[in-house]
């Protein structure tokens, strides 16, 4: 789901608020589209509350909850045989021993897909492109590394050395977006000390300003006369 859709039957056992009549239409799996009824509140503190926001609708059995939305919050969201546990970007390190079995992409409605393809009369996951490889090998680079400190030391080491204020700032503005672990609380609290920034970026004395040759000195004056 691109958003989260709570049926009014939950909302109301959940003592969920309602905010205000809500213009969400959706489509359902006959073909059909259901029309929200209200916007609500998820309880959930650690979220924004753009993230928080749902729709209700009376003809919903059953509430859903959108991995998409909460991605978008910046948290990552980790699901297994068992269940699923959700963190914030910057609290998880992930290590793979080997390549994913399947890969998908997120479409413009927020939604993720895995893309197939038709090979020898069968349907299978198209294989990424090599633009896709060279990026995974990357994050996997830096995924791999022991620490969130040690990633943002290798991160620090493939910019260029640069120094933490302008770092920072460039992060702030959303250059380094995609970047894993690449956040400002990261950053503000790993930030690597090298010689190479120092190097780099040491301010210099201007030359010629000062001259290195030593000035003569000037004879002492002596009273001749108490010497007669």
């Not at 302008?166 to 959303?174: D, H, P, Q, S």
């Not at 250059?175 to 920034?197: C, D, H, M, Q």
Request: proline share 6%; net charge positive.
């Amino acid at each position: 789901a691109d958003g989260h859709y709570i049926s009014e039957k939950d909302r109301k056992a959940a003592g969920l608020p309602i905010l205000k009549r809500s213009t969400k239409r959706v489509g359902v799996a006959n073909g059909g589209t259901s029309q929200a009824k209200h916007v609500t509140k998820l309880p959930f503190t650690n979220l924004s509350s753009k993230a928080n926001q749902a729709d209700t609708f009376e003809d919903f059995p059953t509430s859903l909850m959108s991995v998409g939305k909460t991605a978008d919050d910046g948290t990552i969201s980790i699901f297994t045989k068992d269940g699923v546990t959700v963190h914030k970007e910057q609290d998880v390190l992930i290590t793979c021993k080997g390549m994913p079995i399947l890969i998908g992409v997120r479409d413009e409605h927020g939604r993720y897909r895995i893309p197939l393809m038709q090979q020898k009369g069968q349907w299978q996951p198209r294989k990424p492109r090599a633009r896709i490889n060279a990026a995974l090998q990357k994050a996997n680079s830096v995924y791999d590394l022991p620490s969130i400190e040690q990633a943002i030391k290798w991160m620090h080491a493939v910019c260029g050395y640069p120094v933490k204020s302008t770092w920072m700032k460039a992060i702030k503005a959303g250059n380094f977006i995609g970047w894993p672990l690449l956040t400002e609380k990261n950053v503000n609290k790993y930030y690597p000390e090298t010689t190479e920034t120092d190097k780099g970026h040491m301010n210099q004395t201007r030359k010629n300003v000062r001259s290195t040759k030593s000035k003569p000195t000037p004879f002492e004056e002596s009273n001749t006369t108490s010497m007669r």
